[in-house]
Each structure stands twice: as structure tokens, then as C-alpha cells.
């Protein structure tokens, strides 16, 4: 009689003891889906506006680069673009799309 007791006992608290494999399941996929919404998807959407901004650069547009620095663009190719800098006209310095931070179109 005492051998029944104890079984019942063990079995009512295994599984009033923990939140089960489906409630861990259901944890991790709503932990993964906060994570996709606060960091990775407003990384895509700034990398895409990034690539839009790059691919409309045109020549005598005025830019900003990465370290601080401003100037005209006065010559792109594929991936280099040549960066007038100073009022001299002396400074022209080639480098990467990706060192570009902000573009300003000319004006006309």
C-alpha cells in the first residue's frame, strides 16, 4: 500500500515541477523572434538604404566620408570613387564606396 502512495506522489509533481519540452519550444522561438525584430531586421533595412544611397552617387555630388572629411566627387568606377578635397583643388583622393557615410546631390 505504501509502494502505491509514493508512486502517485512522484508522478502528480514531475509534472507540475517544471514547464515541459513545448513551453521551452515556445520560450526559445519567441526569445529568436524578439531578437530578429529588435536587431537583425533594422540592420537589413539601414544596410539596404546604405546600398540605395551608394548606387546613386553621381559626379559633382558633395559627400562625407567615414572619417569626417567632405568633398566632391569627381570620378567613380566600379568599387573606387576619387574624392576632390580642399578649396585648392589639389586634393584628390581615391577610396572605397563603403568609406562614403552620406552623399548630397549637386544642385543644378
Do not use: H
Not at 68 to 84: A, K, L, Q, R, W
Not at 86 to 104: F, H, L, Q, W
Amino acid at each position: 500500500m505504501n509502494y502505491f502512495m509514493l508512486a502517485d506522489a512522484t508522478t502528480t509533481t514531475d509534472g507540475a515541477g517544471g514547464m515541459g519540452l513545448w513551453g521551452m519550444i515556445i520560450y526559445l522561438v519567441v526569445i529568436f523572434g524578439l531578437m530578429y525584430f529588435i536587431a537583425i531586421r533594422p540592420q537589413k533595412k539601414q544596410q539596404k538604404k546604405q546600398q540605395a544611397m551608394l548606387a546613386a552617387m553621381e559626379i559633382g555630388d558633395s559627400v562625407m566620408t567615414n572619417g569626417g572629411f567632405f568633398g566632391v566627387i569627381i570620378d567613380i568606377t566600379d568599387d573606387v570613387v576619387i574624392v576632390e578635397f580642399g578649396s585648392n583643388k589639389n586634393c584628390r583622393i581615391p577610396m572605397d564606396k563603403a568609406a562614403i557615410a552620406k552623399v548630397e546631390k549637386a544642385e543644378a
